[in-house]
């Protein structure tokens, strides 16, 4: 599986950024797709990720009530929309998939994970 994410960029805090990430080759092992992060300096860690049988989804908490991850099944994209956006959500957005239908604890861990994305660089500048 191979994905490629896109729409990163310059923004203002309060502003607004929609990430897409789609995803080709053996689509049939895109069952969970989540967006991680990671900041200069950090680790990465998890966003979001939902799950295509009953379209389960989690966040991590500091970014619920304004980012909303949804997925395009037939175009095997896979999107997160950022609203309200802070300085501290400044970092390199990856996204990344499993074949596994995930439990909702299994989403949180990057290692459930086996395919990444190349990132992509969202800045909010203060």
């Known amino acids: 599986v191979q994905l490629q994410a896109s729409g990163g960029g310059l923004v203002q805090a309060g502003g607004s950024l929609r990430l897409s990430c789609a995803a080709s080759?053996?689509?049939?092992?895109?069952?969970?797709l989540g967006w991680f992060r990671q900041a200069p300096g950090k680790e990465r860690e998890f966003v979001a990720a939902i799950r295509r049988s009953g379209g389960i989804t989690s966040y991590t908490g500091s970014v619920k009530g304004r980012f909303t991850i949804s997925r395009d099944n037939a175009k095997n994209t896979v999107y997160l929309h950022m609203n309200s956006l802070r300085p501290e959500d400044t970092a390199v957005y990856y996204c990344a998939t499993a074949a596994a239908s995930l439990i909702v604890s299994s989403m949180w861990s990057a290692d459930n994970y086996p395919y990444w994305g190349q990132g992509t660089l969202v800045t909010v500048s203060s």
């Open positions: 080759g053996h689509t049939s092992s895109t069952n969970t």
